[in-house]
């Protein structure tokens, strides 16, 4: 149950709504429920689920060898805690678009998104990359859209192709993604404001851009990136980096000194954590620990 309020129709029908008042959606990537919890707790929009986040999680490189099984299991978690809605990134379609889309539908989703690279994919912010066709992509995302039971459940194309082919194909790409029927676009890798003003001038459909650190785009603000037409933006990989900085820093503190009580200040107190898992809640008298393993909205 985890305490939410809002069913899956619900949160999609709020995200759809939301989306066409025109003012940017800011989605905090989270790698674990918990790190939801918090997203939604200060007050963003939304919650964005990132693959190469979970591939991160895992200890391996984002080249397309986690699974539909991985992703799904991991996804649906973090998306019952909060009554946000999660976007979660798809890949290249786990190769098998329909299953995708079915399964994240069914686990409470939002929406998700696939990519034009090929199945040996690469971070879209590296370079390298290959790029599947364009008639190609065009059939995934038909399936994708012919897969959803519930229209409001959103198809997001990606593409990757300004760092292989350049922006002016990828307008074409992104013209032909529309009129596949995505229901959002996500142009990767754009460079500047130009980039991404140029993205806007041609497409008829809601715009995601990708705030990622130490990547191929200048870091923007969400009010330069709403004025220059864009209704989401995602900082996907920005709370395992900070999590995984301090991490870092304060286990070579204690290697070093033998004990932590130097970085207790750098910690999430007891205290505060009790109140993000609202432990008082589960602590309830009249509340059994089986009334809190189903999510009885679904």
Known sequence: MHFTKKNSSEKRIDFKKKLNNKKIL?????????????????????????GAVMSNDLGIPDIGLTTLNEVSYRASQISKVSDLP??????????????????FENLGLSGCHIEDQIDEKRCGHLDNKEIISLKEMEKKIRSCVNARKDENFLIIARSDANTVEGLNKTIDRIKAYENAGADIIFPEAMKDEKEFEKIRKISKVSLLANMTEFGKSKLLSANELENLGYNIVIYPVTTQRLAMKNVEDG????????????ILDKMQTRKRLYELVEYEKYNTPDKKITDFKTDKHE
């Open 251 to 262: 286990l070579k503190v204690i290697f070093k000194d033998g004990h932590q009580n130097n």
């Open 26 to 50: 800011r989605f905090p990537g989270a790698y674990n429920p918990l790190t939801a919890k918090l997203i939604a707790e200060i007050g963003f929009d939304g919650i964005y689920i990132s």
């Open 86 to 103: 999660s976007i979660v990134d798809a890949d290249t379609g786990f190769g098998n678009c329909k299953k995708t889309i079915k399964t």
